[in-house]
């Protein structure tokens, strides 16, 4: 009950924490309506699509998404664009902003917002205070993903809070399973894209055989039965959660990885799987960027992301129809490259992609 509480007060924090800022920072609740075709079996990795019409199933659904809304004080009049923050896989939206004192300044929405960048930080179906469908089967990469394109389609044609009109463009930015999402609306959608450009962070390309077993995740419900107790175990979360940093101890703060372990949230086991589906190509034909860190335990692995001329040539391969590809490699950053001593570096490769892809 106590770490439940905590965890509550920690959610109430966040707005308290950003709007010392200067910005106004608001939470709210988006409706969205899914329909969408999934396997039956969630444990499909293409996520239904190489599937014949008789192994999909409709989902069709409204949720409720939560996210946190983030404006500087002064916004220059013109200038129309939002960022969308998607977190990844057992995170929620704090990971765009810790909600604790001591790690006010890992914020990347008040590192934007003192730029002069608005940004929409959401916590997925199933995920935080985001509707948590009862059966962990309906959070599939396909109802996951079109929720999200439904929020930057509301944030184009609706004013999200009073005084703010419809923005003319959305940059999609999201980390690790969030960047997968937003990847597979870009394969799904490819031409006819919501998105202004994509800032794909904490992603590659899966290789065959490279990514984490699914004995990495523990259903949530046995992991820590008294916030998920009722849980269906299709649920999971990562118990242990050093990979996401450097091997190198001393490039975060311990009490970072603490604060990580206390804070994480849940997915499913559909959403592990099915990020495989990120390897089909995507027709999208707006700006791209991939980052990762040198350091990522999960992604750059046996030398990967060294050379970043051959990682670029093997990444921009899915990507052919891009107006403009590039991958960063961050010196010194982990898989969770905003919660590093070093997200600085990462912070301001964001913003700079956000006014080029922008045109500001
Ligand atoms: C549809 O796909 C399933 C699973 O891959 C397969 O078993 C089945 O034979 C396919 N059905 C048709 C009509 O192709
Ligand atoms: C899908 O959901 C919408 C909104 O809830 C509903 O109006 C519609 O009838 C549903 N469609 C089907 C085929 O069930
Ligand atoms: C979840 O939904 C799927 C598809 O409708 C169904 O096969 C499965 O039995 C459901 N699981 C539970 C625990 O209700
Ligand atoms: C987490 O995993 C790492 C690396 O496998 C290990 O060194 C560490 O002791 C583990 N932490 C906990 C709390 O189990
Ligand atoms: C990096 O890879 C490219 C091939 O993509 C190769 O031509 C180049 O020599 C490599 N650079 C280094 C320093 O290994
Ligand atoms: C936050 O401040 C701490 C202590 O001054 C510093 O070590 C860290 O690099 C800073 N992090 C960011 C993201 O600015």
């Known amino acids: 009950m106590l770490l439940y509480t905590l965890w509550v007060l920690f959610h109430l924090l966040d707005f308290y924490t950003v709007s010392a800022a200067s910005c106004d920072c608001s939470s709210l609740v988006i409706p969205v309506h899914v329909d969408v075709l999934v396997p039956k079996d969630p444990t499909d990795e293409f996520a239904g699509l190489k599937s014949n019409a008789s192994s999909l199933r409709r989902v069709n659904d409204t949720y409720d998404i939560f996210g946190v809304f983030c404006r500087p004080d002064a916004v220059a009049p013109g200038e129309s664009v939002v960022q969308l923050l998607v977190h990844g896989f057992t995170y929620t939206s704090q990971y765009w902003s810790p909600p604790v004192e001591e790690f006010r300044n890992y914020s990347y929405a008040a590192f934007s917002c003192e730029r002069g960048l608005p940004s929409f ?123 996401f940093y450097p091997a190198d101890t001393t490039a975060f703060s311990p009490r970072m990885i603490e604060f990580d372990g206390f804070t994480k949230d849940v997915g499913t086991i559909a959403i592990f799987v099915q990020t495989a589906s990120t390897t089909l190509t995507a027709q999208y034909t707006g700006p791209v960027v991939k980052i990762v860190g040198s350091e990522d335990q999960v992604l750059c692995a046996a030398d990967r992301c060294v050379n970043v001329t051959a990682l670029t040539t093997s990444e921009r391969v899915g990507w052919p129809a891009a107006q403009s590809f590039e991958v960063v490699v961050e010196q010194g950053n982990g898989h969770d490259m905003n919660l590093d001593f070093a997200a600085q570096g990462p912070f301001n490769t964001f913003v700079g992609f956000v006014n080029q892809f922008s045109g500001l």
């Open 121 to 243: 930080a959401v916590d997925w179906i199933g995920v935080g205070l985001s509707t948590r469908p009862k059966n962990s089967s309906d959070v599939q990469y396909p109802t996951a993903a079109v929720a999200v394109s439904q929020v930057a389609l509301h944030l184009k044609t609706a004013s999200i809070v009073p005084g703010v009109p419809a923005f003319k463009k959305v940059i999609g930015i999201g980390h690790s399973a969030g960047s997968g999402l937003l990847n597979f609306n870009a394969i799904v959608d490819g031409p006819r894209s919501i998105f202004d450009g994509l800032i794909l962070t904490g992603s590659l390309t899966p290789l065959p055989g490279t990514l984490p077993p699914l004995s990495v995740a523990t259903p949530a419900r046995d992991d820590t039965p008294l916030r998920w107790g009722n849980l269906d175990p299709g649920y999971i979360t990562a118990s242990n959660r050093s990979l």
